[in-house]
């Protein structure tokens, strides 16, 4: 179970206390994603993720940043997705206070230095080129551009290298303060901590929280018109992201949309896995999986396969999403998929830092937040009806999108495997 509270400032404070742990997990999340962005700051939401580890008042370096934290043992970290931003520090449970310590310097006072800024600038070019040299990784951003188009769901976090090198001093400190605000903020503790130590931990260090939420995302109309984007790239695999639109998180059809992912190739006794890896060796790695964001969703499947049998896998997973919509799925697949992600669920909230990122999304995000109960009962109010229904409705040929990577990937190649 979980706790909520509301500071004066209107920070929202979540509790997830944890029996038999002896850890703590202080995670801020911020509704400051990159679909906020637009085209002239594409990418100050991830560099600006770096930039609150370079020093506040009292941690006035990245060493005594990283010093304070190692020293006890801790970890920490950021991230910085399309919707939301998170910063968290784990510790054991004496150090919670250092936790806070930590965080809330970060964030409350964070002046980036634009000495800072200029080493990280290089920093972040190497992890964009990192991301471009691994046809895993730019399959993925090459999907997202394909299906959602010139918007900033289809623009990859990291941006573009002109933002890049050219954001300033004033430029971090005004996106932070439009969209670091107590009312755009979630602080979320769980681990071997009480609501009434939460609260105090809360009101000490983040209760000076300020700013706004100064600006709203650009929602979604409509999916790109493009169904391919190839890549020709010379590599020993072709890397292939292969899918269709789907369904948004706040969609009635949500927990549906994961049953179907789960059972199109969600582990290793999916069909995508069996019919392709297992039954005819047609690659090494294989998954479907959804991506669902507030207002547009995408059901894919990656692989990377032998660069000779790629025609040969390409049909083999269309068949599969034919013969799932015209077909539909078997009532115990779906009995088995459930079980599946409730177990997958219940291991990794076993973890502080996994449950309070569980809760503090949602709390961000949606307009209800779902204890582990209530999210179980979602799952199991999921019929074999309303799975067959979805995947009737997305698993189209002409719904299809296709990204590939590799040697073979030719202007003109795979037209025909994309028509109805």
Known sequence: MYSLSTLPSGLRVLTAPVE?????????????????EIQSERGISHFLEHMFFKGGKKYKTTQEVSAAIDGVGGDFNAFTGKEYAGYYVKVSA????????????????????PEEIDKERGVIMEEERMYQDTPMYRAGWDFEELLFG???LGWDTIGTEEVIR???Q???????DDLYGPHNCVLAFSGKITEAEAMKLATEYFGALSGGKDRKFQKLEKYGDKKMLLRKKNTEQ?????????????????FVHKMLAVILGGNMSSRMFLKIREARGLCYYISTETDSYLDAGALTTRAGVDQSRLDEALKAIKHEYLLCAEKGVEQDELIRAKA?????ITLSLEDSEELAHFYGKQLLLYPHVRDIPDYF?????????????????LLRPEELRLVVIGKDAEEGKFEELMKG
């Open 340 to 344: 599946f992600m409730k177990g997958k």
């Open 150 to 152: 010139d918007h900033p």
């Open 166 to 168: 050219s954001v300033t």
């Open 20 to 36: 038999g742990t002896q850890s703590v997990t202080v995670m801020v999340f911020a509704g400051a994603g990159s679909r906020y």
């Open 170 to 176: 004033a430029d971090f400190q005004k996106h932070k």
């Open 377 to 393: 009962k979602a799952i199991d109010n999921v019929t074999k009806d309303q799975v067959d229904a979805l995947a009737k409705k």
């Open 238 to 254: 072709a890397h292939l992201v292969f899918g269709v639109p789907a369904v948004s998180s706040l969609d009635a059809n949500h």
């Open 94 to 113: 004496e150090e919670t206070r250092l936790a806070c310590d930590v965080l809330s310097d970060m964030l409350l006072h964070a002046y980036f230095p």
